[in-house]
């Protein structure tokens, strides 16, 4: 592997760490293609009872790699923004590896967890947050919507009027608010984060592995997440031709109030 994602077992824990700092932890394709491929050989491994995943230097993830698109070609082919689909799917299925892992993730997030990377959260089973960091799914201020398992995950977690508003206004949550909605499930100091992370961990451990498994797979599965995930892809294909998107890339890259088309 490159060394974008690291491990690092404990015991009966093991770390997945985001190893990009110098790009904010920005996720490109190939550290998509390292997290599907530290999570098979996690799942493999014997004795693992939890997964802490987290962010090395000043954030989690400042969610996907906007300068990297100009790659995109090179893994998906030149006409990619005509079929989305084939990106949306590879991405969905890689993110949806941590919610159908048999052992139970939890997300410390700390400075920002926005876009892509607020995804990657959401699709863990618990998350935990230092106090003043930002959460949020941005999208939108690009003219695009969250298309890998955020709008449909974030739905599940807060309910339709409360993901509408983050969705669709593209603010930060205020943290008071997120643990309210059961958005984290802590809100802790910033040097109490690894701590309490790996508390919950052992907590789980207390309890029989196949039934822990089995619980998170009955209680992941009440819901039509599949038939989200299509509506995801759908909308993105066709967000993803729009002049507004163009417009919303060009002024994020040279931090400029963008100029909407409606088009």
């Known amino acids: 592997m490159s060394g974008l ?10 770390e997945i760490i985001l190893n990009r700092a110098d790009k904010r932890n920005a996720i490109n394709w190939d550290m998509m293609l390292e997290f599907e491929k530290v999570l098979r050989e996690i799942e493999n491994s014997s004795g693992i009872r939890a997964i802490l ?3 090395e230097g000043s954030g989690f993830s400042a969610g996907i ?3 990297a698109f100009p790659q995109t070609s090179d893994y998906f082919g030149e006409n990619w923004r005509k079929n989305l689909f084939p990106l949306t799917s590879a991405y969905q299925q890689i993110i949806s590896r941590f919610e159908r892992c048999s052992i139970p993730t939890i997300a410390l997030l ?3 967890c926005l876009g ?9 089973d618990f998350r935990i947050a230092a106090e003043g960091t930002n959460i949020g799914l941005p999208e939108t201020k690009i003219g695009i919507i ?4 955020g709008t449909t995950r974030l739905t599940r977690l807060v309910g339709v009027a409360r993901a509408k508003e983050i969705i669709m206004t593209g603010k930060f949550v205020d943290l008071l608010h997120a643990e309210q909605w059961g958005l984290v499930n802590y809100v802790v100091p910033p040097d109490e984060l690894l701590a309490t992370g790996e508390r919950l961990a052992n907590d789980l451990a207390q309890a029989a592995p196949l039934a822990v498994s ?13 038939r989200g995930f299509q509506l995801e892809a759908w909308a993105q294909s066709q967000l993803i031709q729009s002049e507004d998107f ?3 890339i060009q002024a994020f890259l040279l931090k400029q109030t963008p100029q909407w088309k409606g088009k």
């Open 5 to 14: 994602v690291l491990t690092q077992r404990r015991g009966q824990l093991v």
């Open 146 to 149: 969250p298309d890998v398992g």
């Open 65 to 67: 790699d906007l300068a």
């Open 116 to 124: 892509l990377g607020f995804e990657l959260a959401l699709a863990c």
């Open 53 to 55: 995943i987290r962010g």
């Open 214 to 226: 089995y619980a998170k797979r009955v209680i992941d599965g009440i819901t039509d997440v599949e």
């Open 246 to 248: 163009e417009a919303g």
């Open 110 to 112: 700390h400075g920002y």
